[in-house]
């Protein structure tokens, strides 16, 4: 197990603690003597926890707004009804740990008591982490952070905080796609704002939102910066932020914050669409929603061609009303684990949307995989059109499914250390929102079919 973990491991530069943990129990103790000190849980390579009673959250967020090229985002499907909350994060495979990090209170600086998920994420294990040794002092083009944990907590992909407000983030492809040649920045106009990463997001709804209205406030005031270069530099991202009373939207569309919010007095629908987010614009989704909350396909796709996770929206829709404790709720969110793309009987199509592209008033879509600078391309009648070629006998969703259908050869790429280009669920997370949990099962469960739990420590 020791290989998968070497570089987590290294870069915490401690007392190494191993410990069993069952689905009832994790380490939570906030004991000064645990902070930055790694606990590995026994029989799963793929996860830690650590202890961290302070971060510079501004040097952070500066030096992911100055020269991240954002890497740490993914396709992801989350949900929310009554108490409960069900989320994946998907992304490639690859065999970097991820980790739990509990974030003290700090009553100087405004900090909020949390719990959080950081990603298995490349930049940390390959930038900030080199050959297996600690780096003390990261350089990024001009920027450089004499402390790396001064950066770690930034990468919080989801988390609860002490007053039960959980966040996460999920990318949404915008419309102008990089393959039409441009890329904006869909940000938000506040010039005299502070700007902000939207891979901060997440971390900094946690530190200090106390509700979603809080959010609200506070996050309409920030300019968000999305990503310039890179392969995320065609998708936005937003963040759906829960508390006991509402879970709210936010995206940021046409160069505005814009919260779509879901009450618990409404049942926590929104027009007729259920708190569901995967990966498409929700302030689009609401005005194109039939009675029962399933979406007008090709509607949507007229005002958001490149929308993706429709059918994982409604995959989760069928039995959201049903959700009522932490069982459906797994169950619910185990509908949508992303190795079931490579079940052909699913036929996510919209998943293929940012393979296609929109050239002189035709689309096109990818006919030889893999799809890279060398991939040739057919035209088609309409994005609908193309989508759905792409699942025909021989096309590109058929060449991917006959390499990654096997569990054998997942667990060979694992094993083997070698990044793959297939998407799975990097890690499932239950939230019981009033208890203040949160519920961690890594990679699909492949190694160990265990959820974890965590609990927030601490109050400001």
Request: net charge negative.
């Amino acid at each position: 197990m020791k290989k998968y973990f070497f570089l987590v491991l290294a870069a915490f530069a401690a007392t190494i603690t191993l410990s069993s943990c069952n689905d009832e129990e994790s380490s939570n103790n906030p004991s000064d003597s645990k902070d930055y000190v790694i606990t590995q849980f026994a029989n799963e390579p793929f996860l830690g926890e650590t202890y961290i009673t302070d971060y510079d959250y501004n040097a952070a967020n500066q030096f992911l707004v100055e020269r991240y090229k954002a890497e740490a985002s993914g396709g992801c499907s989350s949900f929310r009804n009554g108490d409960y909350i069900g989320r994946n994060q998907d992304w490639y495979m690859r065999n970097y740990a991820m980790l739990i990090v509990h974030i003290a209170a700090n009553k100087e600086k405004g900090r909020l008591a949390s719990v959080n998920i950081v990603g298995s994420n490349p930049f940390v294990s390959r930038e900030m982490i080199a050959s297996g040794e600690v780096q003390n002092v990261v350089t990024k083009g001009e920027t450089t952070i004499n402390n790396w944990r001064d950066i770690f907590p930034i990468f919080t992909l989801d988390g609860i905080n002490e007053k039960g407000l959980c966040a996460s983030t999920n990318i949404v492809m915008h419309e102008d796609n990089v393959r039409e040649g441009y890329v904006k920045c869909t940000g938000g106009d506040y010039p005299n704002s502070e700007k902000t990463s939207f891979v901060s997001l997440t971390r900094y709804i946690l530190d200090n939102c106390e509700s979603c209205e809080d959010a609200i406030e506070k996050c309409s005031k920030l300019h968000v910066t999305q990503a310039f270069t890179g392969m995320l530099s065609a998708e936005d991202n937003h963040v759906f932020v829960s508390d006991n009373d509402q879970t709210v939207v936010l995206e940021w569309y046409n160069n505005k914050m814009v919260p779509t919010r879901y009450p618990r007095s409404k049942g926590f629908k929104n027009n007729n669409m259920p708190a569901i987010m995967t990966n498409f614009f929700n302030c689009i989704g609401v005005k194109h929603t039939n009675e029962d909350g399933s979406l007008k396909f090709e509607e949507l796709l007229k005002e958001h061609p490149y929308a993706m996770g429709v059918e994982r929206y409604e995959l989760l829709r069928d039995g959201w009303d049903k959700v009522n404790s932490l069982e459906s709720a797994k169950a619910q969110i185990s509908k949508v684990d992303y190795s079931k793309f490579y079940d052909l009987n699913s036929k996510w199509y919209t998943e293929n949307g940012a393979f296609c592209g929109l050239y002189g008033g035709t689309w096109y879509y990818p006919i030889t995989y893999p799809i890279n600078d060398d991939t040739k391309y057919a035209p088609a009648t309409s994005l609908v059109d193309a989508l759905h070629k792409m699942f025909e006998p021989g096309g590109v969703t058929n060449q991917a499914a006959d390499v990654y259908q096997s569990l054998d050869h997942k667990m060979q790429i694992l094993d083997s250390g070698v990044e793959s280009d297939e998407w799975y669920s990097e890690f499932t997370s239950l939230y019981d929102i009033p208890k203040k949990e949160i519920y961690i099962k890594p990679q699909e469960g492949w190694y160990n079919d265990k959820f974890y739990k965590f609990t927030v420590f601490g109050n400001r």
